[in-house]
Every structure is written in structure tokens, then in C-alpha cells.
């Protein structure tokens, strides 16, 4: 079956070369400083239809100052060119037709204050743009967005999840994050604290790429979320402060600067957070001992209190050697340290009465760092656009986590037990990438690269318990283990993009070997495994007319398991739910198609699509009684797991007053677990929504609101309930726009938590979690040198 879907979109991919093998028009150019004849890196360039309004196309400008808009039909256009600190640049009518074809058009921005008076533009750069593989969220032009964390932020991005545990899923699946289009440490366990702590105002844009090109790696179910932090190239010097302050002792503060006089560019930021988090947690079950058939009643009821602190620093430089050669050397410094408190009220009952009455406490002391470091040379071509560049990236990131626990017993009545689990986890990685652009011609382009990740994982746990005969405390073999996980992959990629006048069409093909080998110090056992993978992507776009535009993206795509669910030896953080990973657990395998429509006009915007994706080995947790006492979790893989969706991202703009984007999600699920003793498949329907609102109250005030609400969804053994969250903001501009005070309040109405259900043969569990959810933020911004854009606002929905 998925043979004959492949060779059918080849056949769609081929059909469209024989029909449309012809030129189309192209519009290209290099936008420099009117003042020092330097090309300008990210002006914004749009294209409009002469007589009307409407963006047909947006670019962004190289580091080189090259823009170029492709695959353009017959008519009449101008562009509009515009750079913070730099007046807006209006070209004259530009014209396409039989005779001409091509255009170069050439541009030089003035630095001075004074806009010109004959440009008036009425669009600015769109929240949400559309291009042949990816979904571009341009954080600036959200005002839900201030200097919160990437978590926050992410929230409001369309077709993006951020569950109570901070947790991000795109479409309802797993999804690999990346920072600026590398693969970092902390984005893999402890993504979800990490993103908690990443300052917003540090982030350029959010790309959504459900179905990557083979450019990119092919992990995660849903795609990659790529977070694309600001890197400011302006003259002169530039920066901006930022503080905010919130109930329970929150803040948190940032500043960043760049200094550029010409061929080198310095920049820099540094921010700090302090975070306060309260989660409580009931934990009901009903076990049934299969020998004796007796069922037993457990009670947890968890509070648990925790202070993450962190610190976060990136300092780098850039060197335009000359006009064809540049080098650059950046690094990143993240710390966080956190004092957790958990008290657990435990209780055990049967048809007798209760059997067991304790308390158990947790003290935990934690921190988190992450340092890397990024070498990249880049060499361009005589032609524009022409280039090769080799990037090298490591980084460190050890983890220590010292628990110590204590049970308090009420029944039986005994002395009260001790024990410790000190986890020591380092992870070192290393990136490097060759890669080769050629645009062979206005409408052709290819793509060559190779990437090589060596990746090393080391996961050391040491326990013991405390021993009244020797009134010491002694190592518990049960819970000291090492397991070290090494992962290399080499991969090459090529990809082939065309346009015509009307078709859009890119190619490629991505080639993985993966060596890994999973060794089990404690007993001295390497399990090994090693596989040769080919992974080809197809994207198509057809321009039905200037605001019509159909897409079809086929990926196959690969979501690997990480060292913790290979890791073979349990984790006793409650001795009554313990975690073991399965060093047997395969790779899932998926096939991802999607079609979409795009439309717009000069108020509102539709972009439709519908998605089906087929995963077979699919990961799945599974619970199940160990013993009387005691459950065991551990990671399975499904036979398969298909499913179907659709979603719509609107967007409305209502007389520059009312600005209103909204994003329905409907998704089909059917699980096949037959291999995991479940006899017949399950199926689900789950649908989300995502809103968010701003209104303009007046030319410096801005009210916004968001919600999200997402309903039940399926498991192999049961289901997470649905759940809702909404929240509200002001931002008031001031210093003349150099700065702004804002207010933002999330959970309103304190309705978000977590709901999970099981239900098996022998076990039945419901857990409700909850958090402080409600909080609120005062928040002041300033920015000095070239003004900047407005500050954003985001809410903290995470723990």
C-alpha cells in the first residue's frame, strides 16, 4: 500500500514538469545602505499587486542583502522594502510579461528619521506566513508575546500543544524542537523545563514544519518545531532592558546588545528567572492481585512546591572577511538550579480495612547545565545565492538531581525509613554540517549537504537506605546502575526545488545510517544496533490565482527512542511506581501526507489542511502490577497506529482595530496494541481549539486575549480528559514607543489541569493534577539605540 502511495506522488510530482516545463517570472535583488554601501541582512520585502493592498509575497533579506520573488505570473507590481531604523522604500511599477521575464531591482535604504512622505503602507509582516515546506509564526507581530519563555510563547503558536507540564506536541504528536536549526541538549528529557526558561524576547520566529524537507532531520512524529532566536545586525550600538514581576515571588529580567561599526557584528544577552510552582496531585487505583483475585485501594494525595532559578547568556561575533567569505564563532550558557519539597500522603486498603498509612516526603536539590559552543565558515559564489558553509557545533550538559527521601508510618507503626537516589546525567553532543546551495537558475534550485550527529548519553544512579543496625546508610544495589547510550548518524541529503509559473515543486531524498549502541555498566552487557534508513520528501504548491494556493507534502519520517526509554533499570522515585525502560525498543516508523489551501484578501486569511499519518512501532506507555504492591511502567511499541486530521488557521483584521486569529483542530485516531495482548483496535476522536484576540483601545493600548481547550484523547489502556485554559492582557506603549508597560493574568478562571483514566484487566487508576496556574505579570520594557518593535505579551501556563 505504501509502495503504491509513493509511486503516486512521484507521478503527481513528474505530471506537473510535463505540463508546466516553462519560464516564469522572477523579481531579485540586493538592498543596501544608502549611507555605507553595505547590504542589509533581514529587511522585510513585499510584493504587491499594483492598485491594491494585498502582500502576495513576503522575503527576508540574506546576509548577503539578497531578496528574490519567484514563480510570478504576467502582470504589474511594486515592492515595498522596510528596516527598523530606516525609512520605508517604495519601487516604481514593475512589469512582467512575454518580453521580459526577469527583473532586478536593486535598492538602497536611508538611515535618516524622516519617513517618506509618499509611502504609505497599510500591511506590516503576518503572524502566520505559508511557504513550500514549513509555517512561519513571526513572534514580533504577536502581541500575546512579551518577555516571558518560549514555553509561553509556543501557546499561541496554530497547530502547537503545551499540556500542564509544559510538554509541546504538534497535531497531537511528538515533535522535535530545535534552536536555530540544531539539535541542543536540554530540548530532549528536560524540554519541557528548558522552554519554561527561555526568555521570549529572544526569539525571531517559530517555524512549524510538519513535513521537513530532507534538508532537515526526519525525527519526530509531528514534525519540528524549529525556534529561531534573534540575532540583531544593526549599525551602531543597539539593546533593550526588560523586568517583570509577579505574584509569588516571580521575576524575572533580560538585557541584550550589539555592537556593529561595519565588517564585525558583537552581540550578546543575558537573562535571569525565578519561577515558584505548586502542583497537587490525586492519585486513585484499584489493583487486582492475580493469584488471589483480592483487590487492593491505594490513595496518593501529592503536594508537591518547587523554585526553579536560572540563568541564561549568549555572546558571539560575526566577520564579513570580504564580500564572499565570513566567518563566526557564538556561544550559549544556560544554568538552572531548582529545590524541590514533595510531601505524599499514602494510603492502602481491602475488604479487611487498611493495611498501610504513611506519609513520604521528598527533598530534592537540582540543577541543569547546558554550555555550547558554534564555529561556521561561509563562502559565496559568484552568483547570488551561490554558497557552501560548514557550521560545527558541541555542546555539555550535565544534570545532578540529590533526593532524600523519608516514610513516616501511622500503619503498622514502625520506624520511619530513609533513603537516598543521587542521579548524575551528562550529555554531550556534537553537529557537523556541510551544506551546498545552488540556484541554477531564477527557478531552480539545489540543495547538497551532509550532517553528522554524535551524540553520548551517560546515566548514573546511585541509592541507599538507611540501616539502624549499622546506623548508617548502605548502598542498595536495587537502585545503583550506569548506562551509557552512544548514538552516531551520518546522513546526506539533496534536495531539488523548481518553479514554474504557476507550480511550485521541491524534491528530495535524505540517506541515515545510524550506529548505536546501548551499554549496561552494572552488568556489563552492549546491546547494539545498527540500520541504513532513506527517508524522501515531496512538497507541491500551485497558485490558483494571487490569493489561492494549494500545497501536497509527503515525509517519511523517523521518532527514535532517547537513552531514558532504552535504559533498562528502574527509577524508584515512588518505590510504589517505578519507571524501566526497554533497551528493545525499536524506532517508530511514519508516513505523513497532508494537503492544504490557502487563501486570503486584504482583511482575513484561511489556511485549510487535512493530514494523514501511518506509524507503525509506534511508543505507547504501559502499566502493569509488578507485584501485589507495586506498578511497573515501561515503553512499548504498537503494531500500528494511523490517523487522520484536520485543521484551519483564520485570520481577520477588522478595521486595524480588532485583530482575530483562530485555529480549530478535529483528529481521528485508531491504535492497533493486538501485539500487546489488547485484542481489538481503539478509536478516538479528538479536536482542539486555539483563539487569541487583541483589541486596540487606543493608538498606544492594546487588550488581548487567548484560550485553548482541548478535549479527550485516547490511549491503549485509557484516556486524558479534556481540558482549558484562558488568559488576558493590556500593553500600553510609552517613551514615545522606546518602551512599554504590560499586564497579563493567565488561567483567569483557574480551570486548567490534567485528567488521566486507566482501565485494564487487572488495574483501574484516575489521576487529576492541578497547579497555581493563576498568574500574573507587571512587566516594563525600554529599548535604547535604533527603536525597536513593540515588546510582546505571553502568558505562563506551564509548572
Known amino acids: 500500500m505504501h509502495k503504491k502511495l509513493l509511486l503516486a506522488l512521484v507521478l503527481v510530482f513528474i505530471f506537473p514538469f510535463i505540463l508546466y516545463a516553462q519560464n516564469s517570472g522572477a523579481i531579485s535583488g540586493k538592498i543596501t545602505d544608502v549611507t555605507t554601501g553595505q547590504p542589509l541582512e533581514f529587511v522585510t520585502v513585499v510584493l504587491m499587486k499594483e492598485g491594491g493592498n494585498t502582500v502576495l509575497k513576503q522575503e527576508i533579506t540574506t546576509g548577503k542583502g539578497i531578496y528574490k520573488f519567484t514563480a510570478l505570473a504576467d502582470g504589474n507590481y511594486y515592492l515595498i522594502a522596510s528596516y527598523i531604523g530606516f525609512e520605508n522604500y517604495k519601487t516604481s511599477n514593475l512589469i512582467l510579461n512575454s518580453t521580459q521575464r526577469k527583473l532586478n531591482q536593486d535598492i538602497s535604504l536611508n538611515s535618516g528619521a524622516k519617513k517618506l512622505n509618499e509611502v504609505v503602507v497599510t500591511s ?19 502581541v500575546m508575546a512579551k518577555s516571558g519563555s518560549a514555553s509561553e510563547v509556543l501557546q499561541n503558536v496554530p497547530l502547537v500543544q503545551v499540556d500542564i507540564d509544559g510538554n509541546v506536541s504538534l497535531r497531537n504528536s511528538s515533535a522535535t524542537i530545535l534552536i536555530n536549526g540544531k539539535v541542543s541538549p536540554i ?63 516571580r521575576y524575572n529580567a533580560n538585557v541584550n546588545a550589539n555592537y556593529n561599526p561595519g565588517k564585525v557584528n558583537v552581540f550578546g544577552s543575558y537573562s535571569i528567572k525565578q ?40 555572546l558571539g561575533m560575526d566577520y564579513a572577511i570580504d564580500d564572499k567569505n565570513s566567518i563566526g564563532i557564538s556561544g550559549n550558557y544556560y544554568f538552572r538550579n531548582m529545590h524541590k519539597h514533595d510531601f505524599t500522603l499514602k494510603k492502602v486498603s481491602n475488604t479487611t480495612g487498611l493495611i498501610s498509612d504513611y506519609d513520604r516526603t521528598r527533598t530534592n536539590y537540582e540543577y541543569e547545565r547546558e554550555a555550547d559552543g558554534t564555529f561556521f565558515f561561509e563562502h559565496n559564489f559568484k552568483k547570488e545565492e551561490h554558497k557552501i558553509r560548514l557550521e560545527f557545533n558541541a555542546s555539555h550538559s550535565p544534570e545532578v538531581e540529590d533526593n532524600h527521601y523519608i516514610n513516616s508510618y501511622r500503619v503498622p507503626a ?26 541554477i537558475s531564477d527557478n531552480t534550485k539545489l540543495e547538497l549537504g551532509y550532517e553528522g550527529q554524535y551524540n553520548q548519553q551517560d546515566l548514573d544512579f546511585y541509592g541507599e537506605a538507611y540501616n539502624y543496625a549499622q546506623q548508617k546508610f548502605v548502598a542498595d544495589a536495587l537502585k545503583t546502575n550506569r548506562f551509557i547510550y552512544n548514538e552516531n548518524i551520518h546522513a546526506f541529503y539533496g534536495t531539488i526545488e523548481q518553479s514554474w509559473k504557476k507550480f511550485g515543486a521541491m524534491l528530495g531524498l535524505r540517506g541515515e545510517y545510524s550506529d548505536i549502541n546501548s551499554h549496561l555498566i552494572t552488568t556489563n552487557i552492549t546491546i547494539p544496533n545498527h540500520y541504513f534508513k532513506v527517508y524522501p520528501t515531496l512538497h507541491l504548491t500551485y497558485d490558483l490565482s494571487d490569493s489561492r494556493e494549494l500545497q501536497l507534502n509527503y515525509s517519511r519520517r523517523v521518532h527514535r527512542p532517547e537513552g531514558d526509554d532504552l535504559n533498562p533499570f528502574a527509577e524508584y522515585a515512588d518505590p510504589t511506581n517505578i519507571r524501566v525502560g526497554n ?11 497532508e494537503l492544504g489551501y490557502q487563501w486570503k484578501n486584504d482583511n482575513f486569511s484561511i489556511l485549510p489542511g487535512i493530514y494523514y499519518r501511518y506509524k507503525y512501532n509506534g511508543f505507547t506507555s504501559i502499566t502493569t502490577p509488578l507485584n501485589s504492591t507495586t506498578l511497573i511502567t515501561t515503553q512499548q511499541n504498537l503494531v500500528n497506529d494511523q490517523a487522520i486530521g484536520a485543521d484551519v488557521v483564520f485570520s481577520a483584521n477588522i478595521n486595524d482595530k480588532v485583530f482575530i486569529n483562530l485555529t480549530p483542530n478535529a483528529f481521528y485516531n485508531q491504535l492497533d496494541a493486538s501485539n500487546l495482548g489488547y485484542g481489538s483496535k481503539k478509536n478516538t476522536f479528538t479536536w482542539s481549539v486555539n483563539f487569541n484576540s487583541s483589541y486596540n483601545l487606543t493608538k498606544s493600548t492594546i487588550m488581548q486575549v487567548n484560550s485553548n481547550y482541548r478535549s479527550a484523547r485516547l490511549t491503549p489502556q485509557g484516556k486524558y480528559l479534556p481540558s482549558f485554559v484562558f488568559n488576558f492582557g493590556v500593553r500600553k506603549d510609552i517613551f514615545q514607543k522606546k518602551g512599554s508597560l504590560y499586564l497579563t493574568v493567565s488561567d483567569v478562571f483557574k480551570t486548567q489541569r490534567q485528567e488521566a483514566e486507566l482501565s485494564s484487566p487487572l488495574l483501574t487508576q484516575h489521576v ?32
Open 414 to 439: 514502625s520506624a520511619n525509613q530513609l533513603d537516598n537516589t543521587l542521579i548524575k546525567q551528562t550529555q554531550d553532543n556534537k553537529q557537523l554540517t556541510i551544506g551546498y546551495e545552488n540556484p
Open 583 to 593: 533497551p528493545h525498543l525499536l524506532p517508530e516508523i511514519i508516513h505523513s501526507i
Open 768 to 799: 487529576v493534577t492541578k497547579s497555581n496556574s493563576r498568574i500574573g505579570y507587571l512587566g516594563i520594557s525600554y529599548n535604547f539605540g535604533v527603536v525597536k518593535k513593540k515588546k510582546d505579551l505571553t502568558f505562563d501556563n506551564s509548572l
Open 275 to 314: 519561577d515558584y510552582r505548586l502542583r497537587l496531585t490525586t492519585n486513585n487505583r484499584t489493583q487486582i492481585d492475580p493469584a488471589s483475585s483480592v483487590s487492593s485501594y491505594y490513595q496518593d494525595d501529592i503536594s508537591a512546591k518547587a523554585r526553579p532559578f536560572s540563568n541564561t547568556a549568549a
Open 187 to 249: 530540548m530532549g528529557k528536560n524540554a519541557a523545563a528548558a522552554l519554561q526558561q527561555l526568555p521570549a524576547n529572544s526569539i525571531a520566529r517559530i517555524e512549524v514544519i510538519t513535513n521537513p524537507s530532507a534538508k532537515y532531520k526526519p525525527d519526530g512524529t509531528g514534525g519540528i518545531i524549529n525556534i529561531v532566536l534573534k540575532k540583531n545586525t544593526k549599525r551602531g550600538l543597539n539593546g533593550g532592558l526588560t523586568a517583570n514581576a509577579g505574584n509569588q515571588d
Open 124 to 142: 506590516k509582516k503576518q503572524l502566520y506566513t505559508n511557504s513550500i515546506d514549513r509555517k512561519i509564526y513571526n513572534v514580533d507581530q504577536d
